[in-house]
């Protein structure tokens, strides 16, 4: 079967507390090669963009400013069934409820600062990876 690839963000908050190399080797245990990673920290109309989908959310300008109150890393994760096996390794969005053993259930503080962000359709995880990285970042 034909790798898929996904995209993946350590978030501020998990970038705060030292937690994004914990949260690098638990991706890698769980046997996801990471194509392409970069540090970078997002304007406010690049959170807006990305985020798009959410504009009509109460939540949508908290999200924003969350997003960009410090570095991000931001990665491009293959496995088979990619996309949805990181949504099943990350937990659920609110990490009260993810299940144990999950990157939100470990390192995720509430449903904002929930630690990473994985894309959540086949179709998403195309235009996220394009959004954050060109095709000569995009090794192998
Ligand atoms: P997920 O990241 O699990 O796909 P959503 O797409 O629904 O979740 O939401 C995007 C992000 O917005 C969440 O990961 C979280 O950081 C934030 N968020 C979601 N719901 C809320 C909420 N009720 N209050 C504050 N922030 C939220
Ligand atoms: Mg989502």
Redesign the pocket.
Known sequence: MKKQRTLSII?PDAMTSKNSGNIISFIEEKNFNIVAQKKIMLTKKQAEEF?NI?KDRP?FG??VD?MISGPISVQVLEAENAVTYYREIMG??NPEEAEQNTIRKLFGKN????AV??S?SLENAVKEIKFFFSELELIN
């Open positions: 978030k985020y959410h939540f908290e999200l969350f659920s969005t449903i904002q600062c929930n962000h994985g959540d």
